[in-house]
T-cell receptor, first 112, second 112 residues
């Protein structure tokens, strides 16, 4: 069974640009979660999607947004990039509430 | 904000020794999960323990949960050099604010 996949593996952008990160969950999983792991800040919860709807978001500005498609894959968009957005962005999926979250390998975003 | 706090922040042991990592949290939880991360890559799920469980085993891993003390411990027995990684505990609280909240992790180094 394929695990959670993310693309691209690395992304280099300049300040002010937009970044789009993609995630495909494990087959059968309907929930997708996004996390940011920035140096010195640990893993921070960003967004949770389930059945195509945003269910919860972390303490991040509105320029962090996303969506979940009918096939349960998800996209994270970061607008007006700032230097401090440089981080590893991790996507996870689960089969339901309270269940184990399985993580993808991450997308490393570098903002210059 | 971080819910879980791992202790110690760093641990260095010799191969064959046991490694114990602790996690404390602040609010009531539905379950607690332990993850491993190698060199800033994706997270690997190790074990999930629910709030009504006290102990769980998986191979060389043993996890305990004390909800009265709001703490958990992860024991890795007969450690190997390949166990070298960062270990995170993550707590899950329920309701509409459902999300996984991570601690800052324990960096375990197993010397051959």
């Amino acid at each position: 069974e394929a695990g959670v996949t993310q693309s691209p593996t690395h992304l280099i952008k300049t300040r002010g640009q937009q970044a789009t990160l993609r995630c495909s969950p494990i087959s059968g999983h309907t929930s997708v979660y996004w996390y940011q792991q920035a140096l010195g800040l640990g893993l921070q919860f960003l967004l949770w999607y389930d059945e195509g709807e945003e269910r919860n978001r972390g303490n991040f500005p509105p320029r962090f947004s996303g969506r979940q498609f009918p096939n349960y894959s998800s996209e994270l968009n970061v607008n007006a990039l700032e230097l401090e957005d440089s981080a590893l962005y991790l996507c996870a999926s689960s089969s339901g509430l309270q269940e184990t979250q399985y993580f993808g390998p991450g997308t490393r975003l570098l903002v210059l | 904000s971080q819910q879980g706090e791992e202790d110690p922040q760093a641990l260095s042991i010799q191969e064959g020794e046991n490694a114990t990592m602790n996690c404390s949290y602040k609010t009531s939880i539905n379950n607690l999960q332990w993850y491993r991360q190698n060199s800033g890559r994706g997270l690997v799920h190790l074990i999930l323990i629910r709030s009504n469980e006290r102990e769980k085993h998986s191979g060389r891993l043993r996890v305990t949960l004390d909800t009265s003390k709001k703490s958990s411990s992860l024991l890795i027995t007969a450690s190997r050099a390949a166990d070298t990684a960062s270990y995170f505990c993550a707590t899950v609280s329920g309701g509409s604010n459902y999300k996984l909240t991570f601690g800052k992790g324990t960096l375990l180094t197993v010397n051959p």
